[in-house]
C-alpha cells in the first residue's frame, strides 16, 4: 500500500492564483468560500485503481497542482490495480476525516458500495472514469465516446471502410467500456470493418503485457491493416509487437491518450501509430479537483463533468516539430487548460 500525504500551502496556492487568473478573477484567501477560507483544515483523498503510465502520472501531478493551488492536504492512495484494495482505500480515507475523496478508475462492482460509504458519511466524492451508479457523485470524464469516435472516423479516413481490425479492450473499466460503444457502431455501420481478433489486459506493465498479446495476433491474423488500441499502454504494447514483427509500413494504430512519451513514438521514422485522440490528463488532473472543490464549498459541478478531447496526428505532430506535452499546448491551447469546473474565486495552478 502507498500512502502519499502532502500539505499545500495556501500562501503558494494565493500566489499561484494571482500569476495565473485572468482580470477580475483575482481571488485573496478572505474571499474564498468556507471551507477553504481555512483551506488548510481541508483534507482531500485521490483514491487511485490504475497508476502504471504517462497518462497516470500527469494525471496526479494535475491533481496535485490544483491542490497545491488551493492550499489543501492532499492525501493520495494507491491499489496498483487491486480492485478490494481501492474499496479499503475508500474505508481508510473516511477513517482519516477527509471532507473530499476523488476515485480515480476502478470497477463498478467493488467502488459502488465504497463510494456510498462515503457519502453516508457526509464526505462529498468526485468519480474519474469509473461508474460508480450514484447520483450523488459526479462523473468526471474525457467524453471516452467521442475520444474513441474520433480515432475511427480518422482510421476510415486513412484506410477507408474495408479492413480488418485488431482491437484491444478490457471490458468493466468505465473509459474502456465507453470507447468500445463508439467500435461497436463504426463496425455496424461500415460491415467492411471487420475485427479479426480481440485481446487486451491490464496486468502489469501494462505495454509489455500487451504486447505478448499483439504478437500471437498478428502472427496468427497476417491481414490485419489497422489496430484499434483505445488506451496509450495499448498503442504502446502494440507498437513494440508491430515493430518486433517488422510490419511497421503495413500495420496502423489508431489509440486514445496522449504523453509526452506517446509524441516520441508517434514521431519515429516509419512508425505505425498515426493518430490518437486526447485530452491534457494534468489538466483532467485539476478538474477533479475543481469539480470537489465546487462541491465542498456547496456547489454543484453538475453530474457529469467533460473536458473535450482533441485529435493528434502523426502529421500534425511532424509538421509542427512537437517534441512534448509543452509543445502540444502551445500549438494546442485547450490542451494548456480547460474552462471547465470554474468559480470566481477558483485559485489556478501556475502555467
Do not use: C
Not at 487491486?82 to 473516511?94: G, H, K, N, R, S
Not at 479537483?289 to 465542498?296: D, H, Q, T
Not at 502523426?314 to 499546448?329: A, P, T, V, Y
Request: hydrophobic share 45%; aromatic share 6%.
Amino acid at each position: 500500500m502507498k500512502l502519499i500525504r502532502r500539505k499545500a500551502l495556501a500562501l503558494f496556492g494565493g500566489l499561484a492564483a494571482a500569476a495565473t487568473l485572468p482580470l477580475g478573477g483575482f481571488a485573496q484567501a478572505q474571499d474564498m468560500p468556507a471551507p477553504l477560507d481555512n483551506a488548510g483544515d481541508v483534507k482531500i483523498a485521490l483514491v487511485r485503481y490504475l497508476s502504471t503510465g504517462d497518462f497516470f502520472q500527469a494525471y496526479l501531478s494535475g491533481v496535485e497542482s490544483q491542490a497545491a493551488a488551493l492550499g489543501v492536504d492532499l492525501r493520495v492512495f494507491d491499489s496498483r490495480q487491486d480492485a478490494a484494495l481501492q474499496a479499503d482505500m475508500v474505508d481508510q480515507a473516511i477513517a482519516l476525516g477527509v471532507n473530499g475523496i476523488i476515485i480515480q478508475h476502478g470497477l463498478t462492482e467493488s467502488m459502488k458500495e465504497a463510494a456510498q460509504r462515503a457519502v453516508d458519511a457526509g464526505i462529498k466524492v468526485v468519480a474519474f472514469d469509473v461508474n460508480v451508479e450514484n447520483e450523488a457523485i459526479p462523473q468526471i470524464e474525457q467524453s471516452d465516446y467521442l475520444l474513441g469516435k474520433l480515432a475511427l472516423e480518422q482510421a476510415i479516413k486513412d484506410n477507408g471502410t474495408d479492413w480488418k481490425a485488431g482491437y484491444v479492450y478490457v471490458p468493466g473499466i468505465a473509459p474502456l467500456d465507453r470507447r468500445h460503444v463508439a467500435w461497436e457502431e463504426v463496425k455496424a455501420a461500415n460491415p467492411g470493418i471487420v475485427e479479426a481478433a480481440q485481446m487486451g489486459t491490464l496486468d502489469n506493465p501494462i505495454a509489455n503485457s500487451n504486447a505478448n498479446q499483439a504478437r500471437s495476433v498478428l502472427q496468427a491474423n497476417q491481414d490485419i491493416s489497422v489496430f484499434f488500441a483505445p488506451y496509450d499502454e495499448f498503442a504502446k504494447g502494440v507498437k513494440i509487437a508491430v515493430d518486433e514483427a517488422g510490419l511497421s509500413q503495413d500495420v496502423k494504430i489508431y489509440s486514445a491518450d496522449v504523453s509526452t512519451a506517446d509524441i516520441s513514438a508517434m514521431r519515429e521514422p516509419g512508425s505505425a501509430w498515426v493518430a490518437t485522440v486526447a485530452t491534457n490528463p494534468a489538466v483532467v488532473g485539476e478538474v477533479s479537483v475543481r469539480a470537489l472543490a465546487i462541491m465542498l464549498t456547496g456547489g454543484n459541478p453538475g453530474a457529469q463533468v467533460v473536458v473535450p478531447p482533441t485529435l493528434i496526428t502523426q502529421d500534425f505532430l511532424n509538421e509542427n516539430d512537437i517534441k512534448n506535452m509543452e509543445d502540444l499546448s502551445a500549438k494546442m491551447p485547450q490542451f494548456a487548460h480547460a474552462d471547465v469546473a470554474m468559480a470566481d474565486w477558483m485559485k489556478l495552478p501556475p502555467r
